[in-house]
């Protein structure tokens, strides 16, 4: 268990003092306001417009081959088209995704001064833990969030004295769901391997090289906010993973960045949300998109993601577009890299003239936010 002097208040107790304004450094950039609306009102009009695709893995591995290649198919559109997608049928069972779900819950239910015995030291360099978004991000703007995260996989590397103690299947459920995630995670890599013309396994191997794929959980939770058309619960970025998978409570609040408009996602129950990743956009030379994204709040409904991000190691891959994805037609899209720098690097500038505050990308292909 860690304990740390904490930034204070944090977003919950903010949410919890009847304020009727938020403070200042909550308030988003005048270019980022013109396009934050109400969530349930953006939510209901997702009928009109382009949606996040809804993808049925049931027969990802199917005998029959014309089956599986129309399985391997639709997840490859999705991924080179938007490179977000719902999952269903995705093989990891609904009683364990809400024993997870319960658990990040009841562990976000407790006291603060409970919560704060696992509170996390981010200028120490210390990231994991309970935490609130200091502001250090694009913007210099906070966001409105408290979190927890955590490495769940593989074994070697997890903390379990910065695990909660409560609830009791805390432990058991989020260890049992990040094995059930690691092995979705290599069926999607296999598939979007395929998708490049690759052995099954190179985008693996690639992202891996001779450790294990890590695999980090953050618990995202949004308390209500007072004024959510002035805040963010997650400022716009794209993820640094090789993959990332999605639970929540069923509240909207992502919106992707789509052909020049922000979409919202909606809620699909039992479905488990995949963004594409920084890594693999890099590795298949941006066949595949890494999609920016953002977080909205509400004033009527707590809302709470659970985050898988699948990792490579830091210091030790490089990241490149793979050889057989460059040509003379498609030159390389992005500098070699490792995951660290690719992450320290991911700096920040704003689109001139549109209005919407979105991230662009920089000379390399990279977009440049984190």
Partial sequence: MVATTAPRPRVEELARSSLETIPKDYVRPQEELN????????????????????????????????????????????????????????????????????????????????????????????????????????????????????????????????????????????????????????????????????????????????????????????????????????????????????LHNMVPGLQVFYEGKWVTAKCVPNSIIMHIGDTIEILSNGRYKSILHRGLVNKDKVRISWAVFCETDKDKIVLQPLPETVSEAEPPRFTPRTFAQHLKGKLFRKTDGDGDGVGEKNMDGNKSNN
Avoid at 55 to 67: G, Y
Avoid at 127 to 142: E, I, P, R, T
Avoid at 193 to 202: H, Y
């Fill in 35 to 246: 396009s934050i609306r109400d969530i349930f009102d953006e939510e209901k009009s997702i009928e009109d417009g382009p949606q996040l695709p809804t993808i049925d893995l049931l027969e990802i591995d199917s005998s029959n081959e014309e089956t599986r290649k129309k399985c391997h198919e639709v997840v490859k559109k999705a991924a080179m088209e938007w490179g977000v997608m719902h999952l269903v049928n995705h093989g990891i069972p609904e009683e364990l995704t809400n024993r997870v779900k319960a658990a990040g819950k009841e562990f976000f239910e407790l006291p603060v001064e409970e919560k704060e015995k696992y509170a996390n030291d981010q200028v120490a360099g210390n990231v994991q833990g309970y935490g609130s978004k200091l502001a250090n991000n694009a913007s210099g703007q906070l966001e409105w969030e408290d979190y927890f995260f955590h490495c769940v996989l593989p074994e070697d590397k997890r903390d379990f004295s910065i695990w909660p103690n409560h609830p009791a299947d805390y432990v058991a459920a989020t260890s049992e769901y990040a094995k059930q995630v690691r092995g979705l995670a290599t069926k999607i890599l296999s598939v979007l391997s395929i998708g490049l013309g690759l052995e099954k396994d190179r985008l693996e191997k690639e992202v891996c090289g001779t450790e294990d794929l890590i695999l980090q959980m953050k618990i995202n939770f949004y308390p209500k906010c007072p004024q959510p058309e002035l805040a963010l619960g997650v400022e716009a970025h794209t993820d640094v993973s090789a993959l990332t998978f999605i």
